[in-house]
């Protein structure tokens, strides 16, 4: 494992040296979207200066050099997530985008009126939603593995009965709960089940080896892994993939177009309609660079220290219930102060240069079935550091004698 130089590392994000309402930034918001080190900010630039030109279209030589960082950004992806071929990689605006690719496309071919298509408690909005809008248009009927009391999952193979999908996420965006992804896969496909992982907090935070899972798709944002917005992608069986149709038609996905009918090119260009996020995808190749010279690994251990150092402290705040699980998480925490509302905290603690996140999390039915209105959420990377925690913990201490005078 790389000996990481944090302090150094930090340094690299040149967002985190301003100071927010007269005091030094602490961005704690980290799994709603990450900052961006120098590397991926100078990138794009050097694209817009140099490079700027549509890709695949073009003979000279800056639609040449746009066509081979955007293709090459393919390939990192694709070693990076362990695919077998970059032609596995199909580029998306990030998570939600590639979530309803599936169900718009596999989705329509393969559900019929009866067929199940399991989720868990767990999910986001955007891992819910497109499935919700499928099954009223299909007649597929929705079934959720459901949450246990210790903030896992209470998984059982018979769940899986007549199930057609099982889409999933792999770390909660709301407790921070790991998923175990391989095992739920390897069900799923003793059941002839296809999986779709929901990648978004994991991508960016712990090793991820697409073939190793043994998923059949897998959705993640560049956001959230150092990359700029609207960027990330969406993993798939190659095999899978070109058995379903294109979702969006228009210029770059077609070999042969007449008046009345269209085909086809194979994927991932089949997926890729139009002018893309060219920009994006230099940015998100560059970030890519960024974490594997960091090693996943490093990172984990990193951020799961100073999600174990944060929960102690949480504890010892009066009125302050932590949620989630007790074991190994992701790099959040989730908690519900009985004295402030989520909105009214992560005001307080804007005040005073801290950014946190209050609310629902884009996960309404959890928050309901919690019991809450929301909670206060902290996320961490590896930019942050133990002092910004203890930090933190100081200024809760003082919302505490605030809000509870």
């Known amino acids: 494992m790389t000996n990481v130089d944090w302090k150094k590392v930090r340094a690299e994000f040149p967002i985190l040296a301003q100071e927010v309402n007269g005091k030094p930034l602490i961005y704690m918001d980290s799994a709603a979207s990450s900052q961006k080190p120098r590397a991926v900010i100078d990138a794009i630039s050097r694209y817009y200066e140099r490079d700027n030109a549509n890709v695949h279209r073009g003979l000279h030589e800056l639609s040449s050099r746009a066509t081979d960082a955007f293709e090459g950004a393919r390939a990192k992806l694709a070693t990076y997530l362990g695919a077998a071929s970059p032609d596995e990689i199909i580029f998306t605006r990030g998570t939600t985008e590639a979530i309803n690719l599936v169900a718009n496309t596999w989705g329509p071919q393969n559900l019929r009126s009866g067929d199940v298509i399991l989720l868990t408690e767990l999910e986001h909005h955007s891992n819910l939603v497109p499935w919700q809008m499928l099954a009223a248009r299909t007649g597929a009927t929705l079934r959720f593995v459901p949450l246990a009391d210790d903030g896992t999952l209470a998984f059982t193979p018979a ?7 099982f889409a999933f996420t792999h770390i909660s965006n709301s407790l921070g709960t790991i998923t175990p992804a391989a095992d739920f896969c390897r069900a799923a496909r003793e059941q002839g ?8 907090q994991s991508v960016g935070h712990i090793p991820v080896d697409v073939r190793a899972m043994g998923c059949d798709f897998y959705a993640f944002s560049g956001h959230k892994m150092c990359a700029p917005t609207g960027s990330g992608g969406l993993y798939g069986r190659l095999e899978l993939l070109r058995t379903i149709p294109p979702w969006h038609g228009g210029g770059e996905m077609i070999v042969s177009v ?8 194979q ?4 997926f890729e309609a139009g002018t893309p996020n060219i920009a994006g995808a230099v940015g998100l190749g560059a970030a890519v660079d960024y974490l594997e010279a960091l090693e996943r690994p490093a990172i984990f251990a990193h951020d799961s220290a100073l999600t174990a150092h944060a929960i102690a402290l949480l504890a010892e705040i009066p009125g302050v219930r932590v949620l989630g699980p007790t074991g190994a998480r992701g790099a959040l925490v989730a908690f ?3 004295w402030a509302h989520p909105h009214d905290l992560t005001t307080y603690a804007n005040e005073h240069g801290l950014a946190l996140r209050g609310g629902h999390h884009c996960n309404q039915p959890l928050m309901r079935k919690l019991g809450y209105p929301g909670t206060t959420r902290a996320s961490f990377y590896f930019y942050n550091t133990t002092a910004e925690v203890e930090r933190m913990a100081d200024i809760l201490r003082g919302a505490h004698k605030f809000f509870d005078a």
């Open 267 to 270: 994927p991932p260009a089949k």
């Open 336 to 338: 519900h102060a009985e």
């Open 193 to 200: 089940a296809v999986t779709l992982v929901d990648g978004a």
């Open 159 to 165: 769940l899986l009965d007549g199930v057609k999908l």
């Open 258 to 265: 007449t008046y009345e009918r269209a085909t086809y090119k």
